[in-house]
């Protein structure tokens, strides 16, 4: 069963602080990785996508991807209350036709 | 605007009453698929759609069905609905794969009584 991990949390930073969130994914084979943010009782948006080893930074985010040791991560700098939401860890599966989702990291950012 | 609607957004219904849950997109994307949102256990896929008269499971298939018969709808059927089926239920679709940007409807909340 291909598997994506993340922590629950909650994760609770102070705002201007950097949230750090982890995921670690089971199948070796994925090539495609995402963040999803997902706000109470909303739906999923995508942050950030990343497809190669390294860093990829987008305004305040940085996702980051270690293949060798199958982890994802995704750094918020300065955080802000509105960034508070859950966030959903994807890795690609089967050759493009499905996701699999982490159970997705809560973060609270307190002002 | 461009966008995934969904219908209903809320619906209570009783054991084995079959119902259909509607998607549209009027992004003209090839790929669509159903997942269902539960406490703890996260975002399954249900069922997807790599284009018309194109459809195949997910992971978790039973007691669904579907059907694309035209590019911009994906209904949801259950054709004889139980209580584990309760959940959040999002449909979402993207221009190829499921590995491009996926847009979410903004889901549909289901009680079976």
């Known amino acids: 069963q291909k598997e994506v991990e993340q922590n629950s949390g909650p994760l609770s930073v102070p705002e201007g602080a950097i949230a750090s969130l982890n995921c670690t994914y089971s199948?070796?084979?994925?090539?495609?990785f995402f963040w999803y943010r997902q706000y109470s009782g909303k739906s999923p948006e995508l942050i950030m996508s990343i497809y190669s080893n390294g860093d990829k930074e987008d305004g305040r985010f940085t996702a980051q991807l270690n293949k060798a040791s199958q982890y994802v991560s995704l750094l918020i700098r300065d955080s802000q209350p509105s960034d508070s939401a859950t966030y959903l860890c994807a890795s690609e599966a089967q050759a493009g036709t499905a996701l699999i989702f982490g159970k997705g990291t809560t973060l609270s950012v307190s002002s | 605007e461009a966008q995934v609607t969904q219908n209903p957004r809320y619906l209570i219904t009783v054991t084995g009453k079959k119902l259909t849950v509607t998607c549209s997109q009027n992004?003209?994307?090839?790929?669509m698929s159903w997942y269902r949102q539960d406490p703890g256990l996260g975002l399954r896929q249900i069922y997807y759609s790599m284009n018309v008269e194109v459809t195949d499971k997910g992971d978790v298939p039973e007691g669904y069905k579907v059907s694309r018969k035209e590019k911009r709808n994906f209904p949801l059927i259950l054709e004889s609905p139980s209580p584990n089926q309760t959940s959040l239920y999002f449909c979402?679709?993207?221009?190829?794969?499921?590995?491009?940007?996926?847009?979410f409807g903004p889901g549909t909340r289901l009680t079976v009584l």
């Open positions: 979402a679709s993207s221009i190829l794969a499921a590995n491009n940007e996926q847009f």
């Open positions: 199948d070796r084979g994925s090539q495609s």
């Open positions: 992004m003209n994307h090839e790929y």
